[in-house]
Nanobody, 119 residues
Framework: QVQLVESGGGLVQAGGSLRLSCAAS????????MGWFRQAPGKEREFVAS????????YYVDSVKGRFTLSRDNAKNTVYLQMNSLKTEDAADYYC????????????WGQGTQVTVSS
């Protein structure tokens, strides 16, 4: 069982930066692929980024490439989503998720943290 707790959301002006954190419980954190998803009002939840167990492989949705950076610290059981050059369209509830390597389904989800971007 893995519990995920996000933090770091808030209000930022367009062009600004935020860093989201996702703290995970459990001894096998390093076994999990970690990801971030987001959901804006009236829209479906969408994939934002993921990182493999070692941090050596990351994937991003095209709309955030070059602006967002996902990293992990397995010693701290934490992943970080650094978001730069934020746009109003980045505003959403951001969710951390975890799945085992080789498993397609995201098994664990956090409660979400809200990101608001003002113009």
């Amino acid at each position: 069982q893995v519990q995920l707790v996000e933090s770091g959301g808030g209000l930022v002006q367009a062009g600004g930066s935020l860093r989201l954190s996702c703290a995970a419980s459990g001894r096998t954190f390093s076994s999990y692929v970690m990801g971030w998803f987001r959901q804006a009002p009236g829209k479906e939840r969408e994939f934002v980024a993921s990182i493999n167990w070692s941090g050596g492989k990351t994937y991003y949705v095209d709309s955030v490439k070059g602006r967002f950076t996902l990293s992990r610290d397995n010693a701290k059981n934490t992943v970080y989503l650094q978001m730069n050059s934020l746009k109003t369209e980045d505003a959403a509830d951001y969710y951390c998720a975890a799945r085992l390597e080789g498993v397609g389904r995201w098994s664990y989800w956090g409660q979400g943290t809200q990101v608001t971007v003002s113009s």
